[in-house]
Each structure stands twice: as C-alpha cells, then as structure tokens.
C-alpha cells in the first residue's frame, strides 16, 4: 500500500460502495455514470473528512494530544466527522465557527456538533486563521494538549487519505466488482484541496490514466490547482513516493463558483433535486451539488462522449440539508 510508512487509526466503512446510475444516465444521454459513495463512510453521516481523520486523529494520538482543534463555517462538514472521530477516540473537540451563533434551534451540522460533545466557539470579526491560533493557545493555557487540524483537514496528513481512497477504488475496478475495469474521469467537488491532491498523488504514483477534475467550490482554477500541486508534493513527499505535480498537472474547472461559497442558485437546486428524483439519491447543497451541476452541465454540453465511464465520487455533506432548507 502507498500509505504504508505512516499510522492510520481505522473509522470509516471501506471499501465505500461504487453504484451506476442508470437512470440518471439514460436522462441525459452521455456517458454512463458511476458514483463512489463517500457520503457512506459510515461516521455520524459520513463524508470525506473520514478518510482524512484516519490520518490525522492517528498523528493526534502519536503525539500524545488530548484534544482537537479545527475550524469551519457554521455548517462545516469537516468539524462534524472531527467532532465525532474525536468522541470515538476519547479526545475533546474544539471547533472554531465562523462568525456569530446562529439563533437556536441549531439545525443540521451544528446539531450534531453539539450532540457529538463538540466545544463550539464563534469567531465573530477574527480572521479564520487569527481565531484558530487563539483557540490553540487558550488550550494550551489551560494545560490541555491539543492538535490543531487545518480547515478541511487539508495538509500532507489528512489528505493521505485519498491517496489511500483512490488505491482502493483501483482494487475495487481490478477485482470485477464492476463491469469496467477503467474510469476515464474522476469528477468531485474541491475546496480546500486535500481531496484533489491525494487522487493526483495517489492516481500519478499507481499509473492511473483517469482524467482527475475537481469542480472548484470556491476558488479560482489557478489559485486552487497551485495549492492542490503544492499539498500533493508535500504528501508524495512524506509517504516517501517519488511523485512530484505542477499546477499544469491538477485540472480545475472554475465555472461553477455561482455566487461563492455556500450560497445556493438555481443551478445546485436542479441538480439536488434532479439526481433525487432520478436516482434516490441524496447530495449536499455546498458541495456536491454544486460539482454536479458542473457535471450535467459539462454533460449537456458534449463535454464527455456516450461511450465512456464517468465517476462521480460523492464526497458527503448531506448533514447540511436541512441547515439550508429556506434556499432550497
Ligand atoms: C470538505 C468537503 C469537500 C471538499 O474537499 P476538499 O478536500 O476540502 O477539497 C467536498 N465535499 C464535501 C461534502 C465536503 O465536506
């Protein structure tokens, strides 16, 4: 395994299932369509910040933390799975929220924070990074040892775990688990990019040919694929794999950042209630319904032919349905 060198503590469901979307893909008369379901990793409604705790909570551990600290907007996916990766470990939670609590009752994300034991402070008028700083030093203060896990569990750590994630998807297709043995894309939402970088890493060190696009939530292309390139070096780097990317290598499609960053329109509706209605099929409305706009439309455009594999891999989020549910 590519991630043998360093420690992973075991959380999620894995392998997580890869289902075809029949009808969905007979709708819109392109490729056929797959989905890698993420959203089933199996802690506290899953998502793709599993994958990533296994490592993180594991280099927590190996350095004797008590506690962890992350930080997230109000609805963030990635402090729910920190908060209940951190029960399941015994560790204390601290999650710096942005801005000022909302008026109760707390719905979706921040529910399940609070259920899960988590510690929530707003951050108010701080700077993100000056908030989390100041949540670190007051743990410490306190003679608390805490960890401090960046936005979206996004360095050489948590983004391991999709270095691991895409060397399972590879065994799944090699053991006839589906009857295809190739994807030609791999299609996802990117946001703080450790997702994006540990595919590129992990796809580049196994050989794997498949067009990696990440459907940028809220940066600019070069801004994000710049900072994919960077976090994939230093993750190549510490698994010790003699992988290196530029920016030229990490494809992200900017075209879909609507009105930026959480803010549903017209285009993340139709696409949640179109593969709902046609599949069952639950997305998020941040970021998977977003990336699946960008796909139908990329779809409809002729962007993918009928004859090729398209994977859709489903990253999880759909705890916050119900904190948008004026939007939606
Ligand atoms: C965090 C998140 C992403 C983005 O993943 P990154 O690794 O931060 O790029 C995508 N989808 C969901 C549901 C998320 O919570």
């Not at 909302?102 to 609070?114: A, Q, R, Y």
Request: hydrophobic share 40%; net charge negative; charged share 20%.
């Amino acid at each position: 395994m590519l991630t043998d060198r360093v420690h992973r503590v075991r959380i999620a469901h894995l392998p997580t299932p890869i289902d075809y979307l029949p009808r969905l893909s007979a709708l819109l008369g392109g490729p056929r369509l797959y989905i890698k379901r993420d959203d089933q990793t199996g802690l506290a409604t899953g998502g793709n910040k599993t994958r990533k705790l296994e490592f993180l909570i594991a280099d927590a551990l190996g350095h004797g933390a008590d506690t962890v600290i992350t930080g997230g907007a109000p609805q963030s996916n990635h402090c729910r799975q920190t908060a209940a990766a951190a029960a399941r470990h015994g560790l204390r939670a601290v999650l710096v929220l942005k801005g000022e609590a909302p008026k109760p009752p707390h719905v979706g994300n921040i529910l399940l924070d609070e259920l899960l034991g988590a510690e929530l402070r707003w951050s108010g008028d701080m700077p993100r990074d000056e908030a989390l700083q100041a949540a670190f030093e007051a743990e410490q203060q306190s003679g608390h040892k805490p960890y401090l896990i960046p936005y979206g569990g996004s360095n050489e750590v948590g983004a391991t775990g999709y270095v691991a994630a895409i060397e399972e998807l590879q065994s799944q297709l090699r053991s006839g688990y589906l009857p295809i043995c190739h994807f030609d894309a791999i299609v996802f939402a990117s946001s703080s990019g450790g997702t994006q970088a540990g595919l590129s890493v992990g796809a580049k060190a196994l050989g794997i040919q498949s067009r990696i696009l990440g459907i940028s939530v809220d940066k600019h292309a070069d801004v994000l694929s710049e900072l994919v390139a960077d976090l994939a070096n230093r993750t190549a780097e510490r698994l010790g794999l003699n992988v290196r990317l530029s920016a030229g290598d990490i494809e992200v499609n900017d075209n879909y950042l609507g009105g930026g960053y959480a803010v549903v329109g017209a285009p993340e509706r139709e696409a949640i209630r179109l593969v709902a209605q046609t599949e069952g099929l639950l997305l998020d409305p941040v970021y998977t319904g977003r990336a699946m706009a960008g796909l139908l439309d990329l779809i409809r455009k002729g962007e993918f032919s009928k004859g090729q594999h398209v994977l859709f891999w489903h990253t999880g989020g759909t705890a916050a349905l119900s904190g948008f549910s004026e939007v939606l």
